[in-house]
């Protein structure tokens, strides 16, 4: 209901700069633009974002050890198998889209997969998957798509009106408009993706069975991804909501949790869902990475009396 809600606050915000641009009419017209926007993304979310990237797809051929692991992270979520793709980007992150867990596709840069170990890949594409499992992915999508227009339709309203005969009127508008109207959006787009992180997190660490991973590895990439370049979050700002990690640093304006608060609850599931401590040993606990596990120590025999024969 919440999301809905800003969904239908972010429509709002779009045809009232459609209104202040055009009037009546422009707010009819970015009414039906914003219904056609959110109809195309809704079939082709994910053809636009794998696009946007130049991502290519891989099976179990062309990066056995990557798809396999997304397989098996998939079979331990209960999920459809996903497209799995590989970007060729320094910046490590990775995203998921889709507009549904049947058509969902995940994606990893090459500077993720070489700067991270198996455990927190795991970790981290397990998150991927928990937005597919909260079907975050459309809803992600269309945010990003709505905020990216509201953005480009704010500064072509600048030039648009800046020539208007009316004057100052209108100038004065036209400039609320392109600072006003982007930053709401982007408030809108905080709310709704900040939320559901905390919730991919904890659905991570359920699927992977090790939310120590996952926090280690949000703490190696964050700061890489803030200061290695990322072409397509410079070129659609609005895409940032679709990584793991935000691409630059400030979070009050971050569409992201701070990633320390994020770790923080991270260790806190780690005491609901169990999973290895950061630099343990392998544990005896089966995960998505050991579906074999080594046989547990054998607890100590507990004293069994007439009110527990069974020892429990």
């Known amino acids: 209901m919440k999301t809905t809600m800003l969904l239908a606050a972010l429509t709002a915000l779009f045809m009232a700069l459609g209104y202040t641009l055009g009037g009546s009419g422009g707010a009819v017209i970015a009414l039906l633009v914003a219904a056609g926007m959110n109809l195309f993304t809704f079939w082709n979310a994910d053809k636009i974002v794998l696009r946007m990237h130049d991502a290519r797809e891989v099976d179990a051929q062309s990066a056995p050890d990557f798809y396999g692991l997304v397989q098996q992270l998939a079979q331990r979520a209960q999920l459809p198998m996903p497209r799995v793709y590989i970007i060729d980007q320094d910046a490590p992150n990775a995203f998921a889209t889709g507009r549904n867990p049947e058509n969902a596709a995940v994606a990893a840069t090459t500077g993720l997969l070489a700067m991270l170990n198996r455990d927190e890949v795991a970790g981290v594409m397990a998150h991927e998957l928990g937005h597919v499992k909260n079907r975050d992915t459309l809803i992600m999508t269309m945010v990003a798509t709505i905020a990216g ?13 800046g020539g208007d005969r009316e004057g100052h009127g209108n100038m004065v508008a036209s400039l609320l408009a392109v600072i006003v109207a982007p930053f709401a959006a982007m408030i809108v787009q ?11 997190d904890r659905a991570g660490a359920e699927i992977s069975g090790n939310p120590h991973a996952l926090a280690s590895a949000l703490a190696k990439i964050s700061g890489r991804a803030e200061t290695i370049p990322n072409p397509v979050a410079e070129r659609n700002p609005a895409a940032a909501q679709l990584y ?10 971050s569409t992201h949790p701070a990633t320390e608060k994020r770790i923080a609850a991270l260790q806190d599931i780690a005491v609901d869902v169990g999973g290895p401590a950061i630099g343990s040993p392998a544990t005896s606990r089966a995960s998505a990475l050991s579906p074999v596990a080594a046989p547990p120590a054998p607890a100590p025999e507990r004293r069994r009396s007439a009110l527990d024969p069974h020892g429990r």
């Open 149 to 161: 227009a509201i953005s480009m339709l704010a500064n072509f309203g600048l030039f648009f009106r």
């Open 190 to 200: 905080m709310a709704i993706s900040r939320t559901r992180e905390y919730g991919a």
């Open 244 to 253: 793991i990690v935000p691409t630059h640093v400030s979070e009050l304006f």
